[in-house]
């Protein structure tokens, strides 16, 4: 069964830093492009980051370019994302996404809540 399960989502004061991770199982992890997506209340999903399989190259929305970090880790079948010097319309539900390049085949984790407020 494939499954992308994300954790490490939460509320956090502007500034501040949170990392969510991604675990995957189902499916051979270190085949797969990952990517993070985030959706905001009444706004449609927007790309984040994504990160080649060997972890060699990495994209960034320019958005948050600067201030966040994606990576992967194959060893553990998981995908991360630091958030640093977070604000507030950094707020959103953010998706992790598996792509097996040159098909159509992808996977969606349900996404955890990050709310940055004060």
């Known amino acids: 069964q494939v499954q992308l399960v994300e954790s490490g989502g939460g509320l956090v004061q502007p500034g501040g830093s949170l990392t969510l991770s991604c675990a995957a199982s189902?499916?051979?992890?270190?085949?797969?492009?990952m990517r993070w997506y985030r959706q905001a209340p009444g706004k449609e999903r927007e790309f984040v980051a994504r990160i080649a399989m060997t972890g060699s190259i990495t994209t960034y929305a320019g958005s948050v370019k600067g201030r966040f970090t994606i990576s992967r880790d194959n060893a553990k079948n998981s995908a991360y994302l630091q958030m640093n010097s977070l604000k507030p319309k950094d707020t959103a539900v953010y998706y992790c996404?598996?792509?097996?390049?040159?098909?159509?085949?992808?996977?969606w984790g349900r996404g955890p809540q990050v709310t940055v407020s004060s």
């Open positions: 189902g499916f051979s992890f270190s085949s797969y492009a």
């Open positions: 996404n598996a792509i097996l390049p040159g098909t159509t085949t992808r996977y």
